[in-house]
């Protein structure tokens, strides 16, 4: 049998032997405190330059269970539309440093205004609080906007892995008030309950996103006995019509390919539009490294594209 490590592309072997030889501790052998500030440091070597904006702006959302960092990032002082971004870390490391070329990124391309959240992190706030967080931020987005200067009735939510997940879970807290969502953004969501696809075997060790790692992202956020909660693992909801469209992005080398390919699957079944962005030959994180994986540059372009062609419908 054909080893899993041919089926990436030389850039994505050459940065994956790198980051091996740099022998940094995995994530799961810190503790959260520490797991956080080597993420931090490590999250932006292989990203774009930040590019330049017209507006950066940091805020603080006032919800109902907590104040939440954010920050504002648009090309333009128009009234644009906006979408709120959630970012990756298996709800437990990840802040807005971490992010802030990607969503730079996504404004600039997307000509749109991007709110990125600083929710609650595990274990210090267990599920559901990223969950809420996410829930009240775009609730709040749609009620504020119009004081930042932007266009609350025209929203997209999105996120990258398990900002994917509450993006995800976002678009049915829409569908049930009623939001003007006109996007969800899934960038290599994970959406099952638990990491028993064949593409997390396949992809286990040595493909950025561990097995190993998995477990001590979850182990930290929940308990295994809430592991089939739709809003954690957004494939078990009961109806998944009526959300809004969907553009997901998803990677072949990423031990959460397969749910991702379900999800998509789910929702077509359910007449939800889903264009399919899958790059073959990269691995998770890969939009992340636009320095050096040109497939980023491709996903990027896309995300910019599916957020033009729904503020444009």
Same mark, same amino acid.
């Not at 992010?99 to 992190?121: F, I, N, P």
């Not at 929940?222 to 009526?242: K, M, S, T, V």
């Given at each position: 049998?054909?080893?899993?490590?041919?089926?990436?592309?030389? /850039?994505? $072997?050459?940065?994956?032997?790198?980051?091996?030889?740099? %022998?940094?501790?995995?994530?799961?052998?810190?503790?959260?405190?520490?797991?956080?500030?080597?993420?931090?440091?490590?999250?932006?070597?292989?990203?774009?330059?930040?590019?330049?904006?017209?507006?950066?702006?940091?805020?603080?959302?006032?919800?109902?269970?907590?104040?939440?960092?954010?920050?504002?990032?648009?090309?333009?002082?128009?009234?644009? !539309?906006?979408?709120?971004?959630?970012?990756?870390? #298996?709800?437990?490391?990840?802040?807005?440093?971490?992010?802030?070329?990607?969503?730079?990124?996504?404004?600039? /391309?997307?000509?749109?205004?991007?709110?990125?959240?600083?929710?609650?992190?595990?274990? &210090?706030?267990?599920?559901p609080a990223a969950v809420d967080d996410a829930w009240?931020?775009?609730?709040?987005?749609?009620?504020?906007?119009?004081?930042?200067?932007?266009?609350?009735?025209?929203?997209?939510?999105?996120?990258?892995?398990?900002?994917?997940?509450?993006?995800?879970?976002?678009?049915?807290?829409?569908?049930?008030? #009623?939001?003007?969502?006109?996007?969800?953004?899934?960038?290599?969501?994970?959406?099952?309950?638990?990491?028993?696809?064949?593409?997390? %075997?396949?992809?286990?060790? #040595?493909?950025?996103?561990?097995? $190993?790692?998995?477990?001590?992202?979850?182990?930290?956020?929940?308990?295994? &006995?809430?592991?089939?909660?739709?809003?954690?693992?957004?494939?078990?909801?009961?109806?998944? #019509?009526?959300?809004?469209?969907?553009?997901?992005?998803?990677?072949?080398?990423? !031990?959460?390919?397969?749910?991702?390919? $379900?999800?998509?699957?789910?929702?077509?079944?359910?007449?939800? !539009?889903?264009?399919?962005?899958?790059? /073959?030959?990269?691995?998770?994180?890969?939009?992340?490294?636009? /320095?050096?994986? !040109?497939?980023?540059?491709?996903?990027? &372009?896309?995300?910019?594209?599916?957020?033009?062609? $729904?503020?444009?419908?």
């Open positions: 049998m054909t080893s899993p490590t041919a089926l990436l592309t030389p /850039r994505m $072997a050459g940065v994956l032997e790198r980051i091996h030889r740099a %022998k940094r501790p995995p994530f799961h052998s810190l503790s959260p405190r520490d797991a956080r500030i080597a993420y931090r440091l490590g999250a932006e070597i292989l990203d774009l330059p930040r590019a330049p904006l017209a507006r950066v702006q940091d805020l603080t959302l006032r919800t109902p269970a907590a104040e939440l960092a954010a920050r504002l990032y648009a090309p333009s002082d128009e009234p644009l !539309p906006v979408l709120l971004y959630l970012h990756g870390g #298996g709800f437990t490391i990840g802040d807005l440093e971490t992010h802030d070329s990607l969503c730079r990124q996504l404004a600039l /391309r997307g000509g749109v205004a991007v709110l990125a959240l600083d929710y609650r992190l595990a274990p &210090e706030h267990p599920f009240a931020a775009l609730d709040w987005l749609h009620v504020n906007a119009a004081q930042l200067g932007l266009d609350g009735q025209r929203l997209a939510v999105g996120g990258d892995s398990a900002g994917g997940t509450l993006a995800a879970t976002a678009a049915f807290h829409a569908r049930e008030r #009623g939001l003007p969502l006109k996007l969800q953004l899934l960038i290599t969501p994970g959406t099952a309950s638990a990491p028993t696809s064949a593409s997390h %075997k396949l992809f286990a060790n #040595g493909f950025l996103l561990d097995s $190993a790692g998995i477990a001590w992202f979850f182990d930290h956020y929940l308990a295994r &006995e809430q592991r089939h909660d739709w809003r954690f693992a957004p494939l078990e909801a009961e109806d998944h #019509g009526g959300l809004a469209p969907t553009c997901m992005v998803l990677a072949e080398c990423d !031990p959460l390919v397969d749910e991702g390919l $379900a999800y998509g699957d789910r929702l077509r079944l359910a007449g939800v !539009p889903v264009q399919l962005e899958l790059y /073959r030959g990269v691995t998770h994180d890969f939009i992340k490294m636009g /320095r050096q994986i !040109p497939e980023a540059l491709s996903a990027l &372009e896309a995300c910019g594209q599916a957020l033009k062609d $729904a503020f444009r419908a």
